[in-house]
């Protein structure tokens, strides 16, 4: 006799069809049951409006949690960086898998890399983190660069440079792994150039809070240094009272000597659009051992950068 499927509720989207099937895998693998992929539209899917006008922070996400919630589906995968950080009634995140590479990258035209793009090149992006620390990265550069909001998903944005619209557009490297198109980057970002949102990179597998036997058998894709990194990050988020539309960029990371893991280390920035301000710190603490050491180390970064004026750089626009 085979047991009953488990029902994955999943956008359509190549990105998230490509993020559930791998997810679905290992969910078969580890549980011994067929994944049946559920197709959930969501409002960010047919909005042709910028994110940031509506609503930026869990366009794509409410549908999958309602659909949840129904009990039309037993769980759903979500890329971490687009899940608000505030915790939803009645789910939990049963799993955080092991993070894929989080920087941002630069497909560009003739492969060209950030430093050599020509003078008032235009960088698509429609997110305000990456204007601003791209704007910001120009100024310091003596770049020209004239960055564009643009929207879509990763095929269309793609495509804005293959049709010479655009010199180039700036990406998660994650995203571009999982749809198969890595091989295309032209400049991998280091997080002294573009920190990426917090929460890059890695997937949450979430489900009902009540569903124990679910939750014991999704944890098992779970892995803990992941989970305290972007616990890190999104608390930093969090504490900064900033959405996934803010120009808040973060990224927590191990520090080790040789195999040694000692400390767990946090960077986040926060930038106006146009780059003429930015707050960038860091703080170092001991690897995080419980959810609410890495909720603090967190809410330190984010004290003390509020504290250098953070606030006031949020929201704000470039002209
Ligand atoms: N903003 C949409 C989005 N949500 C997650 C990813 C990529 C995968 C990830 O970061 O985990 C992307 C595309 C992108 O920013 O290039």
Not at 219 to 244: K, N, W, Y
Request: proline content about 4%; glycine content about 12%.
């Amino acid at each position: 006799m085979t047991e009953k499927a488990l029902r994955l509720g999943t956008r359509r989207s190549k990105l998230a069809m490509a993020q559930s099937g791998h997810v679905a895998e290992a969910v078969s693998r580890v549980t011994g049951r067929p994944v049946e992929l559920v197709e959930i539209t969501t409002h960010g899917d047919v909005s042709r409006e910028h994110l940031t006008q509506i609503g930026g922070t869990g366009v794509f996400v409410a549908a999958l949690r309602e659909a949840l919630l129904r009990g039309e589906v037993d769980f759903a995968v979500h890329s971490l960086k687009d899940l608000p950080t505030q915790q939803a009634d009645g789910l939990t995140l049963a799993a955080i898998p092991v993070r894929e590479d989080p920087r941002d990258v630069l497909i560009a035209a003739g492969g060209a890399k950030l430093a050599d793009l020509p003078r008032g090149a235009r960088v698509g992006t429609g997110s305000p983190r990456r204007m601003a620390q791209l704007n910001a990265y120009a100024r310091a550069h003596g770049l020209e660069l004239e960055t564009v909001p643009i929207r879509g998903n990763v095929d269309t944005r793609i495509g804005f440079v293959e049709s010479g619209e655009l010199d180039a557009v700036v990406l998660a490297a994650a995203g571009l792994n999982r749809i198969g198109r890595a091989d295309e980057v032209t400049d991998f970002l280091p997080a002294e150039t573009v920190l990426p949102a917090p929460g890059q990179g890695a997937l949450a597998v979430e489900c009902s809070a009540g569903d124990a036997e679910l939750i014991a058998a999704l944890s098992q894709l779970d892995d803990p240094q992941t989970r305290a990194a972007v616990t890190a990050e999104r608390s930093l988020l969090a504490a900064l009272e900033a959405g996934c539309s803010a120009p808040v960029g973060a990224l927590a990371g191990l520090l080790g000597d040789g195999q040694i893991v000692k400390e767990m280390r946090l960077r986040g920035v926060v930038g106006t659009t146009d780059g003429s301000r930015v707050v960038q710190m860091s703080t170092t603490g001991p690897v995080p051992q419980t959810h609410e050491q890495a909720m603090a180390l967190g809410r330190e970064l984010a004290a003390e950068m509020l504290a250098r004026g953070a606030a006031g750089l949020m929201g704000e626009r470039a002209q």
